[in-house]
């Protein structure tokens, strides 16, 4: 059966753009005044006692990708901030009075920008100095990075931080599916990103990995088979933590593939059912996550049901036993 998605890859990125809807009147607005969203949530550390984790989710230029599935664009503005426009978010989330737990608990920072930390059109490399002062008063700072872009800014940032202050980076895998990984239109293969994990551990960078439950062009049936074996994986690489998301429709791209019948999200069963081997399968290697982020938007149930479900996955993140 033909696919309303290109096969030839030259096209995608067209055909990606295409379904988009217009949101550009709304990113203009998002340059001129870039707004200050951040959440603090509880993680579980390598002990997996449970830390605060503050989220900074800046704004910034758009990523140069055009995944397929990616829904980040629509918070990212479409040409490139003023230099200084990044460290002016962070100090305006840092100076104000957080909610966090008590005293003496450790605390994570992650940095992230709806792209690359590292792409320099996103967030300039004469703002790393700043940013990385600001940074030194958490004992982790986690930034996402796309894996072409693991190399020298990656290293002197990490010297920027100190010694006090650990660097993580979150790399997406999305899938271990190499033809599914090709069809993503992410510019990316497996040898490219098992050189990237490999250059983090040789600059003792730590690893963080993103897998999606049930990307396009899963089943159903092999969507937790493709999740566990993305999870193992990226512990074989030497991931300390893997985030399994359930992939989202609303980008316009996976809507058109719904529309044709030829894709469809998981549901909270499926992303349940994944979490739960996924964590079988790390082994004590690392922590699994599950991200809960807009959870409802996958249970068909009463808003209770995804409130409770929510409150379980939540439990479950921080012990690391299905429960
Ligand atoms: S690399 Fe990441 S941010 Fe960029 S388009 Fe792909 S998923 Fe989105």
Redesign the pocket.
């Known amino acids: 059966m033909s696919s309303i998605y290109p096969e030839d890859p030259r096209e995608r990125t067209r055909w990606i753009l295409e379904k988009r809807p217009n949101w550009d009147e709304r990113r203009q607005r998002l340059s001129q005044n870039p707004p200050v969203n951040w959440l603090l949530e509880e993680e579980p550390d390598a002990a997996h006692t449970p830390i605060a984790a503050l989220t900074i989710f800046l704004t910034n230029r758009e990523?140069p990708?055009?995944?397929l599935?990616?829904d980040?664009?629509q918070y990212t503005t479409l040409e490139s901030l003023p230099m200084g426009s990044v460290p002016v978010q962070i100090d305006r989330v840092l100076n104000q009075a957080l909610p966090w737990p008590s005293s003496g608990v450790s605390r994570h920072l992650k940095l992230y920008n709806?792209?690359?930390f590292f792409d320099r059109r996103a967030i300039p490399p004469a703002d790393h100095s700043t940013i990385a002062e600001r940074c030194r008063a958490f004992e982790r700072v986690i930034v996402e990075c796309?894996p072409s872009l693991i190399g020298d800014e990656v290293w002197r940032f990490r010297d920027r931080l100190g010694g006090g202050t650990a660097l993580e980076v979150a790399m997406?895998l999305e899938t271990a599916n190499p033809e599914v990984l090709a069809k993503l239109n992410?510019g990316l293969d497996l040898e490219g990103f098992e050189r990237a994990a490999e250059r983090l551990r040789r600059h003792g960078v730590d690893l963080r990995v993103f897998v999606l439950v049930k990307p396009p062009f899963v089943s159903d049936h092999d969507a937790v088979t493709w999740a566990v074996r993305s999870v193992d994986w990226s512990f074989e690489l030497g991931a300390t933590v893997v985030t399994v998301i359930p992939t989202r429709l609303g980008n316009g791209a996976l809507d058109a593939l719904m529309a044709a019948g030829e894709f469809s999200p998981p549901n909270i069963d499926l992303l349940e059912a994944a979490f739960a081997e996924c964590l079988a399968v790390a082994r004590g290697r690392g922590r699994v996550l599950a991200d809960v982020w807009n959870l409802e938007l996958f249970c068909s149930g009463q808003s209770d049901d995804s409130t409770r479900r929510k409150a379980r996955l939540h439990r479950v993140n921080l012990s690391q036993k299905w429960q």
């Open positions: 990523c990708w055009r995944c599935m990616c980040l664009w709806a792209g690359s796309h997406g992410k």
